[in-house]
């Protein structure tokens, strides 16, 4: 079962531009992650922000955390079209087998 | 470092037929997922290893699926038989503990990608 539901499903920038990404979860959580999918490729770590943590930085990444509310932004600044790909957002329940749970991701394309 | 090897990448099979997917994680990691991803979705853990041992596999259909970890390295992942709903992608992830919880990432192999006739 998902844990997380993302939003928008898809995304369509132009190159320069930011994108945004939504993420909300149903239970509470240790940490939450971000991954992106390149198309036929596996998943790759990007950030991850703990549940005392409301915001952590990366590069061109920023995320954040709203405990209260159970949702999570990714913001990628500047968009290349090399950040085409499916971006899912990962949780680790409170007390749970450290089981990581995905959402169902955003496709998100950026036009050169 | 080398990544997760997985192989085959592709495999297509009549249904009822046997499969079987391998997987071989980064070294010195002792923390292996098997994972199952259907197109349109987030992965689904099947299973997960510490070392050699199965510790989470409350998610793998145990009548057709089922899955070893030989010396706590190298893993296999087993249908027999294939239905028609198993077409999916399996990724093989792993970590040097148990990831998410300990703050430690999952790094994911290229998946192998199934198809059922």
């Known amino acids: 079962s998902q844990q997380g539901e993302e939003d928008p499903q898809a995304l369509s920038i132009q190159e320069g531009e930011n994108a945004t990404m939504n993420c909300s979860y149903k239970t509470s959580i240790n940490n939450l992650q971000w991954y992106r999918q390149n198309s036929g490729r596996g998943l790759v770590h990007l950030i991850l922000?703990?549940?005392?943590?409301r915001e952590k930085h990366s590069g061109r990444l920023r995320v954040t955390l709203d405990t209260s509310k159970k949702s999570s932004s990714l913001l990628i600044t500047a968009s290349r079209a090399a950040d085409t790909a499916s971006y899912f957002c990962a949780t680790i329940s409170s007390g749970s087998a450290r089981q990581l749970t995905f959402g169902s991701g955003t496709q998100l394309t950026v036009l050169p | 470092e080398a990544g997760v090897v997985q192989s085959p990448r592709y495999k297509i099979i009549e249904k009822k037929q046997p499969v079987a997917f391998w997987c071989n994680p980064i070294?010195?990691?002792?923390?292996l997922y098997w994972y199952l991803q259907n197109l349109g979705q987030g992965p689904e853990l099947l299973i997960r290893y510490e070392n050699e041992e199965a510790v989470d596999d409350s998610q793998l259909p145990k009548d057709r699926f089922s899955a070893e970890r030989l010396k706590g390295v190298d893993s296999t992942l087993k249908i027999q038989p294939a239905e028609l709903g198993d077409s999916a992608v399996y990724l093989c992830?792993?970590?040097?503990?148990?990831?998410?919880?300990?703050?430690?990432?999952?790094?994911f192999g290229d998946g192998t990608r199934l198809s059922i006739l």
């Open positions: 922000i703990r549940s005392n943590e």
């Open positions: 070294s010195g990691h002792n923390t």
């Open positions: 992830a792993s970590s040097c503990r148990t990831g998410g919880g300990g703050g430690q990432p999952q790094h």
